[in-house]
């Protein structure tokens, strides 16, 4: 499951490649580093919650039946009776 999510950041050894250079120090940027990777492995753990479809509202269908009237009439008076 991580392999899939990080699979950008795995390198073809199998290792997970996280750089940083915020700080002029090394140690610094290894904190940095490795606080970066440890978010990351967080993230990639934990599963994202399914999208709930939302419901049209009572006014948004009364605006498309109304428009969908307005051109059934429009096209009705077009006809012409032969």
Not at 33 to 47: G, P, R
Not at 67 to 72: F, L, N, T
């Amino acid at each position: 499951m991580i392999g899939e999510k990080l699979a950008n950041r795995i390198s073809g050894e199998g290792l997970l490649l996280v750089k940083s250079s915020e700080s002029r120090t090394q140690l610094a940027n290894k904190k940095k580093a490795l606080e970066k990777m440890l978010i990351l492995v967080n993230q990639s753990i934990l599963k994202q919650k399914k999208r709930l479809a939302s419901k049209p509202t009572r006014a948004m269908i009364e605006k498309r039946i109304e428009s969908k009237k307005r051109q059934g009439e429009k096209k009705m008076r077009r006809k012409k009776d032969w």
